[in-house]
């Protein structure tokens, strides 16, 4: 029997590596080697690439999985030889060439578009540059409705921002044309409208799981988002 690959969780925007702590222990559990790097959050190429290093570094097959921006992370990064499948966990599935900005404008705001706030960083060449964040108070209900208000009080204190000019960022690749892909709608998703996820998946012909889930689905349901990675596992086992 050929040992499971490597599962790299890449965290999406407002969050960072622990908004995967319920999903992490279902995987090692289950006999997957799990590394969850935490992802820059500068630029979508920038983290695309830093993602990729982590991964060609890994001995052996890797599943790639993305939450939310993530998602597009793993878009441009899954390129890498050893990735041998995407799993989308309530994110952007865009094409080559296409931003953030692009793919979302097709489809009408999800709540997020009121919620969030913008703060300024300063960057390498002295400029200013423009972060952004979920406004604390919202996190609970626009972010993650459905986990324990106990832990969305800490996640709304400990958000990962993500720089403004990422959204507007053409994906330099998509991994998808040449790699499987599943993909999980967060079906009562408020982050994100889930007819974006529905249409990204759906475009790169990914296997597809609804799940009726905030868009913190690992969170919330990480049995069930740990059931698309294994599946995704073994229907690329070689």
Known sequence: MAANPTVVLVHGAFADASSFRALIPELLDSGFPVVAPAVPNRSLNGDAAYIASVVRQIEGDVVL?????????????????????????????????????????????????????????????????????????????????????????????????LAAAAFGEPAEAAAWTSKPSWGVVSSSDRTINPDVERFGYQRAGATVVEIDSSHLVMLSHPKESADVIREAARATER
């Open 65 to 161: 999985v993305g939450h939310s921006y993530g998602g597009a992370v793993i878009t441009v990064a899954g390129v890498e030889e050893n990735v041998r499948a995407l799993v989308y966990l309530a994110g952007y599935a865009l094409q080559q060439g296409e931003s953030l900005g692009e793919l979302q404008g097709g489809f009408p705001d999800s709540d997020l578009a009121t919620a969030l706030v913008q703060t300024t960083y300063p960057q390498p060449d002295g400029t200013q540059g423009t972060d952004v964040a979920v406004d604390p108070a919202k996190v609970h209900d626009v972010f993650a409705q459905d986990v324990d208000p106990e832990i969305t009080r800490i996640l709304a204190v400990s958000q990962r921002p």
